[in-house]
């Protein structure tokens, strides 16, 4: 069983919770015009992350692929880089980044970190064969976990994107409930 995998999976519940409360419901990030770039590193981090787990979930990758991985973890680490170069001004009108929610960063960008350097240690042999993805054959239930985080990445990622295309533009409102609350922290000028 690839342990990279098996934390991808484990990590996973983590970075939807924070997608979920407090980047989509508690802040409503997508509908302030300074969280519109931190919005988008949260759309790429959903679709690198679905990738990854998608990937992981069937293939061991080889040759050129290993290396296409391996850039995956590499976009994510610079992705998050840019995601906290940025969010002091971004959640400037909010207060900044409450304690509990940059915990929770901490914690997805160390895992992250690990499960690239797992991929990467336990795949080293793999980038000088031939370029292949082989199929792997790990249990279903974790397959199955995986294939569920890649298609929520995919489905967070375009929710988020929707949001703030529909919050930019101010054309196409999506009629949710929550989208007519004031978020929290949010200091009316």
């Known amino acids: 069983m690839s342990l990279p ?3 991808l999976v484990a990590i996973a519940p983590v970075g939807a919770f924070d997608m979920l409360y407090f980047h989509l419901w ?4 997508f509908a302030s015009p300074a969280s519109r770039a931190e919005t988008l590193t949260h759309v790429l981090r959903s679709l690198v992350f679905a990738a990854l787990a998608w990937t992981l979930a069937h293939y ?3 040759g050129a692929w290993f290396w296409a991985v391996a850039a995956l973890f590499a976009i994510d680490f610079l992705n998050s880089l840019i995601d906290v170069a940025i969010e002091p001004r971004s959640r400037a009108a909010r207060g900044g980044v409450p304690t509990a929610e940059a915990l929770i960063h901490n914690t ?3 895992a992250l970190g690990a499960i690239a350097a797992l991929f990467v240690t336990d795949g080293w042999h793999a980038r ?3 370029t292949a993805l082989r199929p792997v054959t790990h249990p279903d239930f ?3 976990q995986a294939e569920l985080i890649a298609a929520s990445g995919i489905l ?3 929710l988020e994107l929707a949001l703030l295309i529909s919050s930019w ?3 196409c409102r999506l009629k949710l409930p929550w989208l007519h609350r004031q978020p929290e922290g949010h200091h009316a000028p």
């Open 5 to 7: 995998l098996v934390l």
């Open 128 to 130: 000088l064969l031939p």
């Open 60 to 62: 061991r990758p080889q």
């Open 142 to 144: 974790l397959v199955l």
């Open 169 to 171: 533009t101010g054309c």
């Open 108 to 110: 997805g960008t160390t």
């Open 26 to 29: 508690k802040f409503r990030l």
């Open 156 to 158: 967070l990622a375009t």
